[in-house]
Every structure is written in C-alpha cells, then in structure tokens.
C-alpha cells in the first residue's frame, strides 16, 4: 500500500485515505496558532510506476484561491531537483497526478527548504572569508536567529527573507545571494567597499520547521508585527528590528514569495506619510536597473500602490522607509510559473532563485553611491 507521511521538519499534510492510489484523499493542515493554510510537502513511499492521484479536499478553504489557477504542483526525488507536476483545482478540490518513476517521492506547493537545510547552509557559509556571523536571539521554540554582515563601507545595507515560512523561494534566493555577495566578482567587491550588508537568512525558523505557510510559534504573521513587536509574539521581528536601531538602515530589501501573480515583481513603499518624489526616484532606479539586467523580471504586474498616507506601517517594508527615510522595497517572485520567460518543466524553480538573486546583487551594486 502507498505510504505518506508529513510527520518531519517542514512537513504538512493530513492523510485522510490512501487505501486506493486512484483516489487518495488528503488535507492541508493550518498553521498551528491561527487559521492559514496553503503550504503542503509530504512524502509518499511505495508508489513507484503507481498512478497516484491525490485529491487536497480542503484547498477551496485555503488563504489565497487564485493561487491554486493555473498552478501546477512540484516534486522531487532528493530533495535537490524539483519539477512540475500536473494539478487540477476544480469545486474546492486540488487535485495531483503523476505517476513515480522510483520508490520514495515529495510533492510540495513549492521547492521544499527544511530548516535543517537552513542550518546546514548557514553552517556552510561560516566558513567565508568574506562573511561574520552572530546570532542576535532566539525564537520561541528555541532556535537561532542569526544575522550575517560583510563589507566595511559607510552605508548599511539589510537583506531578509523568509518572514512567510511556506514562501520557500526565498531561502533558495538566498542561497544565491549570499554566495555571491561573498564572492570575488566586481559587484560583491563594489558593494562591500561602500556597505556594510547585513542579512538574515531566515527570519521565521519556527514557522518553517513547523510546517507553516505564515506564521511563527506564537501565530504571528511576522510581516505585520513591525510596529509594535514584542519578545512575547515576535521575537524574530523584535530582535532584527533593534539590529536595525543600532546600526542604520540606508537600503532594505525583504524577499517573499505570491501565490496569485505568476511574475517577479517589487513592491514599494508608496503610501507611506513621508513619501516623496525621492522615494519615487530610487524605487525606479532600482527597477529600471534590474530590469535591464534578468530576463526573469517585469515592471506590469504587481500590487496596487496604498493611497497616500494609507500605507500598512506594521509591514515590513513601509515600516523600515518610514522609520529611515531608505529606499525599502518587497521582492516578491511566484510559486507557478513566470509568464515572463516561462520554463514549463520546472516553472519558478530553485535555479531561477539563486540566478535571479545574483541579478539583484549586480543590481545593488550599480545603485549603492546613490544611498548616501
């Protein structure tokens, strides 16, 4: 009989039935303190040249419903390589096919990033010259949250992900960026000399051992708990935010994922009370720039600006350009496929991450004497 089990760093699934691979019957779970849900990896044993179709009955109830149109699920067989899979969400169901070519399988809503991967490469980057490291506190569960800093220039330079544990994208861009900001090419060399870069890999590592798609212990969404972060309900938050008080903050940049728009796009902090023309003209730099340099971004789709002075100041983002005055932008990349430079068998992948985060490395670098 086919096995499945989420019961492992990251995992959710509920099993409801598996007793025929025709019509396996499963749900995903809610984050533990509050009622998000749209995350799902789960490994499936004892199904290889098996045609598996499994049907998500709960995915009508999840967060985000325009995520589940024209969404295509991925799976792997190492954890390492993922590729696209069929899917199908119709009356409330998502429904998965494909049949294994081996014994041991997972399927996810996007390229699985555990926390144990997340420890093991921050591990890994330690041993870079190039890079400090310190842990700044502890999340409720314990783990660390650790903050990495290069370069010695005037400017200070804040680069995040993760605060949405399910938007994995953002740890395989990391492993990009941080890569190549320890690196030797002209632009990490530029950007060192004129900055100090500070960067979190994971912001939410409870969340993301948990098996979350937005949450951390306590069911705190972290990207709302700027403003008033406590030790208490946002430790993460609370603690990279007095980072960011004893150091300065001249740029920002927080990486996510979105479920709906299948582009790459940046948010602004437009809405913001002191909101200016300056503001406007670093936010289109930026852009511009990093348009001419990926293939993989687009400046057409993306959210509606807040009206002025209507801007969420408990997000990330608006909180950071409102408190420093900073060019501070929301990267935000799909869980489907890019219709800008589509790739089908692998849709938005972990490659594309990590290549696109060199893209904004180069990016930083062409715009950093315009900080000051």
């Not at 098996?50 to 995520?67: D, E, F, K, Q, V």
């Not at 938050?237 to 479920?259: I, K, P, Q, T, W």
């Amino acid at each position: 009989m086919v096995k499945i089990t989420s019961n492992f760093d990251h995992g959710n699934i509920r099993v409801i039935d598996t007793s025929d691979p025709s019509d396996i019957q499963l749900e995903i779970k809610p984050d533990g303190k509050a009622d998000f849900f749209q995350w799902f990896y789960f490994h499936v044993d004892d199904a290889a040249d098996t045609a598996l179709t499994m049907r998500i009955s709960n995915a009508g109830g999840a967060s985000y419903i325009a995520g589940w149109n024209d969404y295509r699920a991925v799976a792997s067989y190492d954890g390492e390589e993922w590729f696209r899979v069929d899917a199908d969400y119709v009356d409330g169901v998502l429904t998965i096919t494909h049949t294994p070519e081996k014994p041991h399988i997972r399927y996810a809503y996007f390229a699985a990033y555990p926390y144990e991967r997340v420890a093991r490469f921050v591990d890994q980057m330690k041993t870079e010259s190039a890079l400090t490291h310190q842990t700044l506190g502890e999340t409720l569960d314990g783990r660390p949250i650790g903050c990495f800093k290069t370069g010695d220039g005037p400017l200070q330079v804040w680069v995040i992900a993760r605060q949405h544990p399910g938007e994995t994208m953002g740890s395989w861009w990391m492993e990009g960026f941080l890569s190549a900001v320890a690196g030797d090419s002209d632009a990490a060399v530029k950007l060192r000399k004129a900055a100090i870069v500070h960067i979190i890999p994971c912001m939410n590592p409870d969340g993301a051992a948990r098996g979350h798609l937005r949450t951390n212990a306590a069911g705190t969404d972290l990207n709302r708990a700027w403003r008033n972060a406590s030790m208490e309900q946002s430790p993460e938050v609370y603690l990279v935010r007095n980072a960011m008080r004893s150091s300065g903050v001249d740029f920002f940049l927080d990486v996510h994922g979105d479920e709906a728009i299948p582009n790459n796009f940046l948010d602004s902090a437009m809405g913001i009370p002191s909101w200016s023309n300056a503001h406007q003209a670093r936010f289109e730099k930026y852009s511009s720039l990093l348009l001419e340099a990926s293939n993989d971004f687009q400046t057409t789709d993306g959210y509606p600006p807040a009206a002025p002075g209507k801007a969420n100041l408990d997000i990330a983002n608006s909180y950071v350009a409102e408190t420093w005055g900073c060019l501070s932008m929301t990267l935000e990349m799909p869980f489907k496929d890019a219709e800008v430079n589509p790739k089908p068998a692998e849709g938005w992948s972990p490659p594309r991450c990590r290549n696109f985060a060199r893209k904004h490395l180069e990016t930083m670098a062409k715009i950093v004497d315009t900080l000051g």
